[in-house]
Nanobody, 125 residues
Framework: QVQLVESGGGLVQPGGSLRLSCAAS????????MGWYRQAPGKQRELVAQ???????NYADSVKGRFTLSRDSPKNTVYLQMNSLKPEDTAVYSC???????????????????WGQGTQVTVSS
């Protein structure tokens, strides 16, 4: 099993910054992608940013130039630095990690797709 622990959400004024972190733990064999999604009230969940095992990053157009995703591979941790925050960035942000984990008691590797519990980001004056 793979567990995700998120941190870093909160309340910030427009133009401010926040840094989210997500640490994955468990019997992880390899990670394919790590990323953040967000869901605002009344809206569908959308991809904010994602990084692949090869280090390629993908950002939503609405956050390009403001958000930066980085990864600490040995720690299986991903960070989302959010700058120049806007009220429209207000949402619940959830971490997502996809990869392979080792089935306990075996050497068998199985696909996993894990989600964090979500952290609230509120941008308001």
């Amino acid at each position: 099993q793979v567990q995700l622990v998120e941190s870093g959400g909160g309340l910030v004024q427009p133009g401010g910054s926040l840094r989210l972190s997500c640490a994955a733990s468990g019997s992880i064999a390899s990670i394919t992608t790590m990323g953040w999604y967000r869901q605002a009230p009344g809206k569908q969940r959308e991809l904010v940013a994602q990084i692949t095992s090869g280090g390629n990053t993908n950002y939503a157009d609405s956050v390009k130039g403001r958000f930066t995703l980085s990864r600490d591979s040995p720690k299986n941790t991903v960070y989302l630095q959010m700058n120049s925050l806007k009220p429209e960035d207000t949402a619940v942000y959830s971490c997502n990690v996809i990869g392979l984990h080792v089935v306990p008691g075996t050497t068998y590797r199985h696909y996993f797709n894990s989600w964090g519990q979500g952290t609230q980001v509120t941008v308001s004056s």
